[in-house]
């Protein structure tokens, strides 16, 4: 014998259930119990690395924490970057890890539980690039004052930990003797953290020493100038 019986109110928490057939000889036994649990609770998530207003030098950062055991767990850039999901193992521990962008990024991770609770919690980190690097390159860098010359401008920019500095701002400056600096206008490193001008065609020099930088700035991290000679002869 089949039967239901329909919106059973539950209380929050663990809620058993029996049933007995009553029928015309009497009421038969018990049978065997069922439990339903009532979960309407956010899970809650702790944060344990990185810490608050973390600040590293690293594209991703791992972000570790513990929230509800098998708790489906996203983090999540504000900045756009990307986000990670993974499951709470049976302790409720977590790591997920996510890319960050140069500045500040505001991480937000989301844990859902079994029941479908969803729970919340956010933290600060601010991506550093350290100490900067550039290397600048010129060609050619020796050209006689008697003919017109261009001159090709390549920087090369990296963050401390030696990967490449891209969408830096770029400022080339060529200083030539018998003539005025030569500036570039402000250009943008590529995805490989280089630059590159060509000037216009440099004439009525006077030979001489002259020298080429290259100022290439980050608004979170300041700037770095790289510099090469350059000599005119007669």
Do not use: C, M
């Not at 991506?127 to 600048?136: I, M, N």
């Amino acid at each position: 014998v089949r039967f239901g019986v329909d919106n059973v109110k539950l209380n929050a928490g663990t809620n058993t259930f029996t049933g007995t057939i009553v029928g015309p000889h009497g009421e038969g036994g018990e049978a065997k119990p069922v439990t339903y649990t009532l979960d309407t609770t956010p899970p809650k998530i702790t944060i344990t690395s990185p810490s608050q207003n973390a600040q590293v030098q690293t594209a991703t950062v791992d972000v570790k924490g513990k929230t509800e055991a098998q708790a489906s767990v996203s983090v999540r850039s504000s900045r756009g970057t990307g986000s990670s999901t993974v499951i709470a193992d049976d302790s409720g521990a977590f790591k997920a890890t996510v890319p960050l962008v140069t500045g500040d990024n505001t991480l937000t991770v989301t844990a859902t539980d079994r029941a479908g609770n969803v729970g919340t919690a956010t933290i600060a980190v601010r991506r550093s690039l350290g100490k900067l690097a550039a290397v600048l390159t010129v060609s050619p860098n020796r050209f006689s004052s008697k003919t017109p010359k261009v001159i090709v401008l390549t920087v090369r920019a990296t963050a401390s930990d030696g990967s490449p500095l891209s969408h830096a701002s770029v400022v080339f400056t060529v200083n030539i003797p018998g003539l005025g600096p030569i500036q570039s206008p402000e250009l943008t490193t590529n995805s490989s953290g280089q630059a590159s001008w060509t000037t216009p065609a440099i004439q009525n020099a006077t030979a001489g020493s002259g020298f080429a930088t290259a100022v290439v700035s980050v608004p979170s991290d300041g700037n770095v100038t790289a510099s090469a000679a350059i000599t005119i002869t007669k």
